[in-house]
């Protein structure tokens, strides 16, 4: 098991990163009900952490028993029957799924999923009805009429079930959506609390730290908790004990990221253009989302500028960054 | 002589074929007529009749002497002709391979049938006329005085339908020489002749073959030469296919042609129709004549009239406001595309074709036009030459090419046909490349489409980002490189989004073995997080190693996809705005 998985927190207790929000959480659910709620924030920040230790401080350790499921859905769109495949991560307590997985499709899924969830309303010990709890990932990813179908089920079930969701931006989760929910935001975490949770494992796993050593972990991940972790891990398979000096494994994309913009500093011309493009191909067809290529480009190339040149550059960036949503 | 039908036009006649006299039946059908051959025609000449195709009379004259029509019939003899169909572009040369001219041929018979075929020829190459008359000319001479070598060929050309085929015809059996044509077989491409190499087939160029047939052409006479007359013909060798052009012919030619038809055959066609037909036949008088006779078969009842008057209205709109820049640059003379004919002659192009033209970017040099004064002038920055091309949107129409392969076509190939310092051309064009396909997106994607849209307005903005695309890559590339061939490329981009779907289809699982199996991880830090680092457990390579990064990130290669059940999940929508324009 991967450290990122084995020194997860698993108790809002143990949160190490972002504690006032696990205490704001635990009082909130004190009372084992809560309010639809939206976690935004970075990657790599502990979205997730922070929902699967809130569901196990409203259920208990019941929510870890999960089962994976490919389920069919067979959806009456009015003309026509539509099949729907998607897969879920379920306990007696809760959903969890990426609705934007179903493609254009996925009102259908965020509509028919939580209607039958609702019909399956578990009753607890004392014969009183509880709820559900859905989580929704990607949230930023579904479609408008994703999200507005959604909208309409959050109010509609709010009796029956509660809605997680997690996204990246909360800019593109539609403002009704933002406004039926209580909005956690999740910074990501500054480099004392990484450095801070990368001495934690250190300890647990009874290792040598060099001075700094840690630190310069946290710089280089760009304040992502989970990239900290896994170069941390990756230091530690490839050289033990550390050394003062020791070269952070890089990424293998961030560098050919890196690469490409200094094939675009060198030469200016189609021939070049043409196989800069071959190159940003071979990232997609890694699957490397298109965003942060261009995110990652943009930062090596601000590197590299004259200055009266940055303005457009980011211009443009900003510009097709749009575009290729 | 013989008789035949357009379609199957025969190759060279028979020396000695028996003249035919055509039944009722026949007639009505429809053939064609070839002259008599060799030098004996006077009296076959008397068996020419009408035919529904081109009609000529010809007063047949034999050594000054007036013939009279046979059987008393009113109709002067006539002559068919028509050409033969061989593909858009019909050309041909006409070899003389004998050098003897024979001398019992009398000249004086001859220059009085050349006057008469004159006249028919007037009738027939209404437009073309001093061009075969120079050919006959010509071909007249070298028989007279046989020259060596190249001097020996002509070389005519024209648009298909024209007649080119049919003057040579008509030339040859006048002056009574041996036709043999050349039919070009099918070529066999190298490629086909490797995949044909184990059936024994050998591989024979084109131009082998020609060699082959000239040497069979030289036996056969040599065979004939014991009918001692025959061996002192001259042969005309008439060779169609060959790359190089007749003017076509004048729309009021084809209207007068038609019309005399109508006499002929006593149709009764509206005006209007012959002015339709001759419009848009483009200038190939053997379609005009094939659509008036689909219109005079009586079935045929509604002619859709109203349509010449958009067309009115149309010609008005550009002999009126010449400030309308689409059609003028849409050139003049040309077709309203608006308007087809159920049996109509709609230029349709290959798309492959198209990407040609507007890759290449073909441009009127600067002197050849010039800006009427009053026409609002643009920056330098902004004028364009004149495109050497029907308006994008209708050559975009003529090719049926959808939006999205065209778009990726040209994406893929454009910076091949930027000339290497035009940085900036590069990158106007992709800019505009890139806002065609963001409207394009907003069509295939549904993230952006509203409920409300129909399918009309995507198709609309399906043809508006095809001509935005088109028209960016014909304005922004100003510096073409200099034309050369040039080879089209598939897009690459379809490749990468198989190969993007595959490896996504792969991650998938990989997901859930984060977080101990408890909860989801989003793809994109499976994809940016996950896997290199795990790469890097299972690899420990030397930490700089750059240079095995680009090799390094084929992962996807070597494994193969197995996990069927989720194939179906990821739909291809997903990666439909992937396209990076940098």
């Known amino acids: 098991m991967l450290w990122v998985d084995k020194y997860r927190p698993r108790a809002l207790d143990k949160i190490i990163a972002h504690e006032e929000i696990a205490q704001n959480l635990k009082k909130l659910v004190s009372e084992h009900d809560c309010p639809h709620l939206l976690f935004y924030g970075p990657t790599g920040s502990g979205k997730k952490t922070l929902v699967m230790a809130l569901l196990k401080q409203m259920f208990g350790p019941g929510v870890e028993k999960v089962k994976l499921e490919n389920k069919m859905w067979k959806i009456d769109a009015g003309t026509r029957m539509i099949e729907l495949e998607l897969t879920t991560l379920s306990s007696t307590h809760h959903v969890e799924m990426n609705p934007s997985d179903a493609g254009f499709q996925d009102r259908h899924i965020v509509q028919e999923i939580i209607k039958e969830m609702a019909r399956n309303r578990p009753v607890d010990t004392k014969g009183k009805k509880g709820f559900k709890v859905l989580v929704l990932n990607e949230v930023d990813k579904l479609s408008r009429e994703g999200q507005h179908s959604l909208r309409r089920t959050m109010e509609k079930y709010s009796a029956s079930c509660r809605l997680i969701l997690c996204c990246n931006s909360s800019s593109k989760v539609t403002e009704a959506v933002r406004s039926r929910c209580l909005n956690i935001r999740v910074n990501a975490p500054t480099e004392e609390q990484i450095i801070k949770v990368l001495e934690f494992i250190g300890k647990k796993e009874n290792l040598q730290l060099p001075p700094g050593f840690t630190a310069r972990i946290a710089a280089q991940s760009n304040r992502n908790l989970r990239r900290a972790i896994l170069s941390f891990e990756t230091c530690r398979v490839q050289q033990y004990p550390f050394t003062v000096n020791q070269a952070l494994p890089p990424l293998d994309w961030e560098q050919y990221v890196s690469e490409i913009a200094s094939d675009i500093m060198k030469e200016q011309s189609p021939k070049r253009l043409f196989s800069v493009r071959g190159k940003i191909y071979e990232l997609l067809g890694n699957c490397i989302p298109p965003e942060i290529i261009l995110k990652k480009l943009l930062s090596e190339l601000l590197k590299k500028l004259d200055s009266e040149l940055k303005h457009e550059v980011c211009h443009w960036a900003a510009y097709y960054c749009r575009t290729i949503q | ?582």
Request: charged share 25%; glycine share 6%.
């Open chain 2, 1 to 582: 002589m013989s008789i035949c039908f357009p379609s199957q036009f025969p190759g060279p006649a028979k020396p000695s074929s028996p003249i035919r006299v055509f039944d009722a039946e026949e007639e009505s059908r429809a053939g064609a007529l070839l002259l008599g051959r060799g030098g004996r025609w006077g009296p076959r000449l008397r068996h020419l009749r009408r035919s529904l195709f081109l009609q000529a009379r010809i007063e047949i004259r034999d050594g000054g002497e007036e013939e009279t029509p046979r059987s008393g019939l009113k109709e002067e003899p006539t002559l068919g002709v028509t050409g033969w169909a061989c593909g858009s572009w019909c050309y041909m040369l006409a070899y003389i391979c004998t050098s003897e001219i024979p001398g019992s041929f009398n000249i004086a018979q001859r220059l009085n049938l050349i006057c008469l075929l004159k006249n028919s020829v007037i009738i027939f190459m209404i437009s073309a006329k001093h061009q075969v008359e120079e050919v006959k000319r010509w071909l007249e001479e070298r028989m007279k005085q046989p020259k060596e070598g190249i001097e020996n060929c002509v070389l005519i050309t024209g648009r298909s339908g024209v007649g080119k085929s049919t003057a040579i015809h008509v030339i040859a059996s006048l002056l009574g020489a041996d036709l043999c044509e050349w039919m070009s077989p099918t070529p066999t491409l190298w490629e086909e002749h490797v995949h044909n190499s184990n059936s024994g087939i050998q591989y024979m160029s084109k131009l082998d073959e020609f060699e082959s047939f000239i040497e069979k052409i030289r036996k056969y006479s040599l065979l004939h030469g014991a009918y001692a007359e025959e061996l002192r013909k001259p042969t005309v060798l008439l060779i169609d296919d060959i790359p190089v052009a007749f003017n076509p012919i004048t729309e009021n030619s084809i209207k007068k042609t038609l019309t005399r038809i109508c006499q002929e055959e006593k149709c009764d066609v509206p005006a209007q129709w012959i002015d339709h037909i001759a419009r848009v036949s483009g200038g190939d008088i053997r379609h005009a004549i094939t659509s008036l006779q689909y219109c005079c078969i009586k079935t045929v009842k509604s002619f859709p009239v109203h349509e010449s008057v958009p067309n009115d209205t149309h010609d008005e709109l550009k002999s009126g406001s010449p400030s309308l820049l689409l059609s003028a640059s849409s050139g003049d003379g040309n077709i309203n595309p608006q308007i087809s004919l159920p049996w109509g002659r709609d230029e349709k192009i290959t798309l492959f074709h198209a990407l040609g033209k507007f890759l290449h970017n073909k441009r009127e040099t600067p002197h050849a036009f010039a800006l009427a004064p009053d026409l609002f002038t643009l920056k330098k920055k902004y004028a364009r030459n004149p495109l050497k091309m029907d308006s994008p949107e209708e050559v975009l129409l003529q090719a049926h090419g959808q939006a999205r392969t065209i778009m990726d076509f040209l994406h893929e190939n454009v910076l091949d046909f930027v000339s290497d310092e035009a940085t900036d051309s590069g990158w106007v064009v992709n800019s505009y490349l890139s806002d065609a396909d963001y409207m394009l997106a907003s069509i295939l994607h549904p993230k952006f489409r509203r409920i409300t849209e129909t399918n009309e307005s995507d198709s609309v903005r399906e043809l508006v980002a095809a001509s935005v695309a088109v028209r960016g890559v014909l304005f922004g590339n100003s510096h073409p490189s200099p034309s050369r061939w040039h080879t089209i490329r598939t897009p690459k981009l379809w490749q990468i989004e198989q190969t993007s779907r595959h490896s996504k289809i792969q991650m998938l699982p990989e997901r859930f073995a984060t977080y101990g199996t408890s909860s989801f991880c989003s793809l994109s830090s499976v994809a940016t997080e996950y896997r290199p680092t795990i790469k890097w457990f299972y690899s420990p390579v030397n930490v700089h190693a750059h240079d095995n990064i680009s090799e390094s990130l084929h992962w996807e290669d070597d494994m193969d996809c197995t996990d069927g059940s989720l194939e179906g999940k990821k739909s291809g929508e997903s990666e439909e705005d992937d396209i990076e324009d940098w």
